[in-house]
């Protein structure tokens, strides 16, 4: 395996770390803290760099089905990202999120774990 794909594999994996301690702490505490606030942010910041490596050392088309599926989770974490980003400025830290905000979280989460392991399933398959 090319390095800058292992790299992007290594940081992928630390998105998902990421992204799932979000998950977790938006369940527990349906408010925009410091702390998820500081998970998304980071595994959304990790997940880009991912995808370059990805896109940079893959030798397949960046448009294939896992590419398409990949770019939407991705553009889906960023879109959650910058809602509750767009909340925690307009009502602090205290308010609840709506239903709404937290559905699509758990939305945009659930379709991101699919690339993830859609792609798991290609690095095994391609060995």
């Avoid at 794909?5 to 290594?10: P, S, T």
């Avoid at 974490?77 to 830290?93: H, P």
Wanted: proline residues 2%; aromatic residues 12%; hydrophobic residues 50%.
């Amino acid at each position: 395996m090319k390095p800058i794909l292992l790299a992007g594999v290594i940081i992928v994996n630390f998105a998902l770390l990421a992204y799932t301690l979000f998950i977790i702490q938006e369940h527990k505490k349906k408010r925009a803290t410091k702390m998820l606030l500081s998970f998304l942010t980071v595994g959304v910041v990790l997940d880009v760099i991912a995808t370059i490596c990805m896109i940079s050392g893959s030798e397949n088309s960046p448009f294939s089905p896992h590419g398409i599926l990949g770019y939407s989770s991705l553009g889906g974490m960023l879109l959650d990202m910058v809602l509750i980003w767009r909340f925690k400025l307009q009502n602090g830290s205290k308010v609840t999120f709506s239903k709404g905000l937290n559905l699509y979280s758990k939305i945009a989460y659930s379709w991101w774990i699919l690339a993830f392991i859609t792609g798991a399933i290609l690095v095994a398959s391609s060995k």
